[in-house]
C-alpha cells in the first residue's frame, strides 16, 4: 500500500496519510516519503499550495510507537530521528494548509502546527499525550503550541496530555475554520483553490514575511516585510493584477 498518497488539481497538491490501519501513525518510511514528497513540491512550478489530511478514521494517531518502543537515546541520535524527516512541512515555501478530522495525537499534532493553516472539525481530537507514556513532545510539540494558543493552555494540555476539540481549537487560535466531517474537504479545496490562484511570488513571499513574525525580533521582521513588498513591484503578476484592476474600476 502506499503510504501517502498524492493529486494535484489546480495548482493544489493533496497529500494524504495512507496507513487506515495504523490509524496513519507516522512511521519512519511515511515520513520519509512525505519529507519527500513536500521537498518536490517546492521546486514543482505547477503546485501553489500544499494540502495534508489523513485517511479513513482520522488525521494520524502520531508517531509509530511501535518503531520508537525499544530505542535508547543514543539510538535517536544516531539515526536522527525526527530530525531528519520531520521539518519539510514548516520549510516549505509554498502555503500548506492541515485538514485535521478525527483525531491529530502527538506527531500528528505536531505535524499539523507545521502547516500555515489548520482546519478541523468540530468534534476532532487533538492532544500532545507523550507525557502519558513517559516522555515528551520531541518534534515542535512544546514550542509550537506555546505560541499558537494561549501560554496557560498550552501548558496545561501538553503537562496533562488531555485531549481538546478542533471547537476549542478554534477558540484559542489554533484552528482557523471548522466544518463538518462531509464538508472539511471541500471546504479546504476551496480554500486551497482559491490561494492557488494568486501570485506565486506575493504567496511566498507573505509566507516568509510570517515566518520572520514568529523567528525574528520586530524591528526585522518589518525590515525584511518592506523589502519583499518593493520587490514584488517588479514582477510581471503585480504589473498585470494592478492594471486589471484599474481597468475594472
Not at 509554498?94 to 493553516?117: Q, R, S
Not at 502519558?132 to 501538553?158: C, D, E, K, N
Not at 520587490?231 to 503578476?237: A, G, I, M, R, V
Request: charge should be neutral; proline fraction near 3%.
Amino acid at each position: 500500500m502506499t503510504e501517502v498518497l498524492q493529486k494535484i488539481d489546480k495548482g493544489v497538491l493533496t497529500l494524504t496519510l495512507n496507513r487506515p490501519e495504523k490509524l496513519n501513525a507516522l512511521s519512519d518510511s511515511m515520513m520519509t516519503t512525505l519529507q519527500a514528497a513536500i521537498i518536490d513540491a517546492d521546486k514543482n512550478d505547477a503546485v501553489r499550495v500544499v494540502v495534508v489530511h489523513g485517511a479513513g478514521r482520522g488525521f494520524c494517531a502520531g508517531a509509530a510507537i511501535d518503531e520508537m518502543a525499544k530505542k535508547s537515546a543514543k539510538d535517536l541520535q544516531t539515526e536522527q530521528f525526527i530530525t531528519k524527516n520531520w521539518e519539510a512541512l514548516a520549510q516549505c515555501t509554498k502555503p500548506t494548509i492541515a485538514a485535521v478530522h478525527g483525531f491529530a495525537f502527538g506527531g500528528g499534532l505536531e505535524l499539523a502546527m507545521m502547516a500555515d493553516i489548520i482546519i478541523a472539525t468540530p468534534d476532532a481530537k487533538l492532544a500532545l499525550p507523550e507525557i502519558t507514556l513517559a516522555v515528551m513532545p520531541g518534534a515542535g510539540g512544546t514550542a509550537r503550541l506555546s505560541r499558537l494558543i494561549p501560554s496557560q493552555m498550552a501548558r496545561y494540555h501538553i503537562l496533562t496530555g488531555e485531549r481538546f476539540s478542533g471547537e476549542q481549537a478554534m477558540a484559542w487560535g489554533l484552528v482557523a475554520r471548522v466544518f463538518a466531517d462531509d464538508a472539511i474537504m471541500p471546504a479546504v479545496e476551496k480554500i486551497a483553490t482559491t490561494m492557488a490562484q494568486y501570485s506565486r511570488s506575493a504567496l511566498q513571499s507573505i509566507k516568509a514575511s510570517l515566518r520572520d513574525a514568529l523567528e525574528l525580533p520586530l524591528a526585522q521582521a518589518i525590515k525584511n516585510e518592506r523589502q519583499r513588498f518593493y520587490n514584488l513591484f517588479d514582477s510581471d503578476e503585480q504589473k498585470t493584477a494592478m492594471e486589471k484592476f484599474l481597468q475594472k474600476k
